[in-house]
């Protein structure tokens, strides 16, 4: 089984990350420009990404207590998908991402490692973006 494996440290408290992260119905504004569009209905999100590709998610859990998001990828590209995003408090103003993402067949790291380095970044820039200006509650990209 393959496993991609991202950590990523945010100069912005902790709350303010799980803020944005725990609202799974806006992660196509939370992962611009890597995610262009997203619809959640119910437990599942559809997302699409810059290069065309969408897939369907089912959020499994938002874990307030542990601020962390787990989901997995509901489409046959994958025989098996587990993912997990988590905000770690590293002190009162600043945090990690931590995002794991299991999944067969292995073949498909090649395809999904850029997208997730590339996720993490732009999750840091516009989380980090947003605590800037003042406003967690609206990350909407311009």
């Not at 437990?43 to 938002?62: A, H, K, P, Y």
């Amino acid at each position: 089984m393959a496993t991609i494996y991202s950590e990523q440290t945010l100069d912005v408290p902790a709350e303010v990350a799980w803020d944005a992260l725990r609202r799974v119905g806006q992660a196509h504004e939370l992962f611009a420009p890597v995610l262009v569009d997203g619809q959640l209905d119910g437990d599942v999100r559809q997302l699409q990404f810059s290069n065309g590709m969408t897939v369907r998610e089912r959020i499994i859990c938002i874990d307030e207590r542990r601020r962390r998001v787990a989901y997995t990828v509901l489409d046959e590209m994958f025989e098996h998908h587990s993912a997990s995003m988590q905000i770690v408090a590293e002190g009162s103003t600043t945090c990690r991402l931590v995002w794991i993402s299991d999944f067969l067949p292995d073949a498909m790291e090649e395809a999904i490692s850029p997208l997730v380095s590339e996720g993490t970044r732009a999750f840091v820039a516009n989380i980090t973006r947003a605590n800037a200006q003042g406003f967690s509650h609206n990350l909407c990209c311009e």
